[in-house]
């Protein structure tokens, strides 16, 4: 049996469960926002057993976990302003990594709800570049001094989140950025002299991106070309509607390609996707790994059927 | 992006020169947007992708200079090439085309002599994992119907991702109490309205994905189908890479006419059973009912000559010639080999057809 957890309007499960139907009736899906009964997770002195919503994990032979998580928590207990859910969802969390762990013991686990969790960009730039690909210059620095001598080293430094986008509610309003942005001097001028761990990186210009997304061994390379527009040229994430960037199949060089299977497989990941950008001198730069990453645009724009061939991977390999 | 004279061009790849007889189209199936252009640069781009402007001058032995400039500007403009100097590097896009059900769309037909049930209907659909239903009602419909077909899809898990509805237009006709009633009904993307006072495009609201259409013509049957015109062209991936080998129209497509009769279209003669009688799925495992899904355009007179091929919705209920089942769909004015559009009613040529299939106004 295949087990797939994904979510009620992700639009790749969605998809992918279409032809996963289309070759076999031997499939079940879990959905994030839904409550899925946790029957039982014996452990006896001779062996270990899960049933999970009715199914006996040990008929399943391969786990897509392509979105979120299982969620072992009745709805009801799910008020995200209690502290009592706070304390939940952390017993929840960690049942999930024990379960992950059991599971992948003894079948084929593809994707991942801890690494998505732990998705540490540090821990990420240092494997890519163990791997011979090359990194953007990376400063964390709480101090002032050293952000202003890094800032001054470079034609121009970004900053990011070191994990999580910004998500700051406030009374009446919030502070939301995934993104990327660039530091200016005025920037430096009004900090203060210490302040909270922050990311910086040289700015590399860019001949274009791209947007690798990985399910085992196979690459699906995208290239972003939006380099003529300033509303893109840092991040593409910052969409330019009216003009959308122009998103098209690319190759990696063979020994590019080489190190990118390396560093998936020295990252532990079995599915995700990887950010990268090209600069001036054909250089490959590594920016980071999405474990949980989007491929539906991946996958249409480029006509790749990626959907099409995990059902055939989960369901004849 | 500025002119590159020294490095070697490539098209994006989602952006597709198409043929035609006397000029060709580029298709931007990434923006949904077609442009015209002449033969020679269809031919240029061909036959030169992958070299620089500097090399293709040179070529002509820079005979046409000013023309390959105005060419490249062109291109440029519309962000149809990039300049790089590894070319290899950038593919073509595959022209595969997937589909993991055997119908994706139905036409649901329903008129005061219909007796069927559609409620069984809709559960057929459900058991084929059909996507995508059009209503057309040629009779006086409430939005309380509508509301109990549309829960009923709610209740059964319908595989109906997408209902269209066209319906007669009604003086109590509300826009705020549809776009209501489509916003809190995901699965509804559409309301055409026919014989109303004016023509009118009503957008959705909040970027959300339900429009409403007002239109002045009178739809009473299906015989008001099959029109072919640009304002109806298809500018997509999925569209163009079908149309490569699966006719645009009838692939995958199942119908109930207002009978019952269940065919592939509810404008073509041939009926495979009654819903009454049998089941959708039944038909659809008739050979002889997919006849029609493999007429691609490439198969049609003249409109293998068409460069809007790859994104014209064909019709094979009424064509030219009712015995060439490979001739062209008779409500289409355009004539690639002149280039130009005329009404199609008006063609002597198309009488004789237009009296065989009773469309006489
Ligand atoms: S000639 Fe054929 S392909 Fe061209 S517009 Fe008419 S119907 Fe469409």
């Known amino acids: 049996m295949i087990l797939v957890i994904g979510d009620t309007n992700d639009i790749t499960t969605n998809i992918a469960m279409e032809w996963i139907r289309h070759y076999t009736k031997n499939v079940k899906r879990i959905n994030f926002s839904d409550y899925t009964p946790l029957d039982s997770l014996k452990i006896t002195n001779q062996n270990c057993t899960t049933k999970i919503a009715s199914i006996d994990t040990s008929e399943v032979e391969k786990i897509w976990h392509r979105r979120g998580s299982i969620r072992f928590l009745p709805i009801t207990l799910r008020n995200a302003n209690s502290s009592l859910y706070t304390y939940l969802k952390k017993e929840e969390d960690s049942l999930l990594k024990s379960l992950e762990d059991i599971l992948g013991d003894t079948k084929e686990y593809i994707g991942s709800y801890h690494k998505e969790v732990e998705n540490y960009k540090i821990d990420y730039l240092l494997k890519a570049k163990d791997c011979g690909i090359r990194i953007p210059d990376t400063l964390i620095t709480t101090s002032k001094k050293e952000l202003q001598s890094f800032f001054n080293t470079y034609d121009q430094i970004i900053t990011k989140d070191i994990r999580y986008g910004i998500k700051i509610k406030a009374q009446d309003s919030g502070i939301y950025s995934g993104g990327t942005f660039v530091v200016s001097e005025d920037m430096i001028t009004s900090m203060k002299k210490h302040f909270a761990p922050t990311l910086v990186q040289e700015k590399i210009e860019k001949k274009y991106e791209i947007r690798v997304f990985f399910f085992k061994t196979t690459l699906y390379p995208m290239a972003i070309l939006s380099q003529n527009d300033s509303k893109t040229s840092v991040d593409y994430r910052n969409y330019n509607r009216e003009k959308p960037n122009r998103n098209v199949p690319v190759l990696f060089p063979k020994h590019i390609e080489q190190q990118i299977l390396n560093f998936i497989k020295r990252s532990g990941l079995s599915t995700g996707s990887i950010d990268l950008i090209v600069d001036k001198a054909d250089d490959y730069i590594f920016l980071e790994v999405n474990p949980q990453g989007q491929l539906d645009w991946v996958s249409k724009h480029c006509n790749y059927y990626i959907e099409k061939n995990i059902a055939e991977y989960l369901v004849f390999k | ?361």
Not at chain 2, 83 to 90: G, I, K, S, V, Y
Not at chain 2, 126 to 139: G, S
Not at chain 2, 148 to 156: A, G, K, P, S
Not at chain 2, 202 to 209: A, E, K, L, M, T
């Open chain 2, 1 to 361: 992006m500025n002119v590159q004279q020294e490095t070697p061009f490539k098209l994006i790849a989602n952006c597709i020169p198409v043929k035609g007889a006397k000029r060709s189209s580029i298709c931007d199936l990434h923006r949904g947007s077609i442009q015209l252009i002449p033969n020679d640069l269809y031919e240029l781009i061909k036959n030169r992708e992958g070299s620089s402007i500097i090399e293709i001058k040179k070529k002509y032995d820079h005979k046409y200079d000013t023309i390959i400039d105005e060419y490249f500007e062109f291109l440029i403009d519309h962000e149809f090439i990039f300049f790089t100097a590894t070319p290899e590097l950038f593919p073509k896009m595959s022209m595969n085309w997937y589909q993991p059900n055997t119908i994706t769309n139905a036409i649901i037909d329903v008129g005061k002599q219909s007796d069927y049930n559609i409620y069984h209907a809709l559960e057929n659909l459900n058991e084929l994992r059909c996507k995508h239903v059009e209503f057309r009602f040629f009779k006086k419909i409430s939005l309380e119907e509508i509301k109990t077909i549309v829960e009923f899809l709610v209740d059964i898990k319908s595989s109906i991702i997408s209902i269209d509805f066209t319906i007669p237009f009604d003086n109590d006709f509300e826009i705020e109490t549809i776009q209501n009633f489509m916003s809190t009904n995901g699965r509804v993307s559409s309301f055409r309205y026919y014989g109303g006072h004016e023509n009118k495009f009503i957008s959705p609201i909040d970027n959300r994905r339900g429009y409403i259409i007002i239109t002045d013509t009178i739809i009473s049957n299906e015989k008001c189908c099959g029109i072919i015109d640009s304002s109806l062209f298809s500018v997509n991936i999925s569209t163009f890479t079908e149309s490569q080998k699966f006719n645009s129209c009838l692939n995958r497509k199942i119908s109930i006419d207002a009978n019952g009769h269940i065919k592939n279209c509810p404008s073509m003669m041939k009926s495979y059973g009654n819903i009454t009688a049998i089941n959708l799925n039944e038909v659809v495992e008739q050979k002889e009912f997919k006849k029609y899904w493999n007429i691609s355009k490439d198969k049609i007179n003249v409109c293998k000559d068409c460069e809007f091929r790859h994104v014209c919705t064909d019709c094979r209920a009424y064509i030219e010639n009712p015995a060439n089942i490979y001739s062209k769909p008779l409500k289409c004015g355009y004539d690639p080999y002149t280039n130009t559009w005329e009404d199609w009613s008006k063609n002597p040529l198309k009488s004789k057809a237009i009296e065989y299939y009773g469309l006489q106004e």
